[in-house]
Each structure stands twice: as structure tokens, then as C-alpha cells.
Nanobody
């Protein structure tokens, strides 16, 4: 079993960058495919990005392609989400999730373990 904790959220202006980190404990994060999701008030949870166990496969939601990058830091046992050119519509609580699968999925139901989330607010 793995426990996940997100960090790095905050309040920024449009056009700025943030780097979110998903720290794993209990097991090494490279045993899992990891996804980042977000949920804004009144909206459904949205897939943001995912990375496979091997790092070979990376998936992105259409709304973040070209702006966000997912990566692993095996030395730190984290999966990070670099967010550039932030927009007000990126405002949401961001969650990381882990699945004992070789490849990431955009469906949240595929993931067994979830963090508590970190708030990202982008002002216009």
C-alpha cells in the first residue's frame, strides 16, 4: 500500500508557473502508474496527466497539452507536475493517484490510492 501527499499549490496570476509534487510513502512510486486529476467547484473530476511505471508512456488531458509536463523523481520518490502558462480555468484542487498497473488511464476508477489534494488558484 502507498500513501500519497500533494504539495506545491498556491495562488498565482495568469501566465505564471507552478510545480506540484506528489510524494509517496510506504512503497516506492515507481511500482505504480500515477495520474494527476483536478476538480473545480461544481465540476466533475478531470484527468490532467498520467505517467506509466516505466516512464515510457505519458498522457495529457486536451486542456493542458503543451503547457503541463508530468515527470518522476525516483530519488525523491515523487511524481511532479510542471504547470506553465497557467490560466484562470486551471483553478481547481489537484489530486495525484496511483495504480498498480503498467500504464496510466484517464479514468479515475482505475486508481486505487489518492492523495488529499492541493489547491491551485489562478487569478486573471
Amino acid at each position: 500500500q502507498v500513501a500519497l501527499v500533494e504539495s506545491g499549490g498556491g495562488l498565482v496570476q495568469a501566465g505564471a508557473s507552478l510545480r506540484l509534487s506528489c510524494a509517496a510513502s510506504g512503497r516506492t512510486v515507481n511500482n505504480y502508474s500515477v495520474g494527476w486529476f483536478r476538480q473545480a467547484p461544481g465540476k466533475e473530476r478531470e484527468f490532467v496527466a498520467g505517467i506509466s511505471r516505466s516512464d515510457y508512456v505519458k498522457l495529457y488531458g486536451d486542456s493542458v497539452k503543451g503547457r503541463f509536463t508530468i515527470s518522476r523523481d525516483n530519488a525523491e520518490n515523487t511524481v511532479d507536475l510542471q504547470m506553465n502558462s497557467l490560466k484562470p480555468e486551471d483553478t481547481a484542487v489537484y489530486y495525484c493517484a496511483a495504480a498498480p498497473l503498467p500504464f496510466p488511464y484517464s479514468e479515475g476508477r482505475k486508481y486505487n490510492y489518492w492523495g488529499q489534494g492541493t489547491q491551485v488558484t489562478v487569478s486573471s
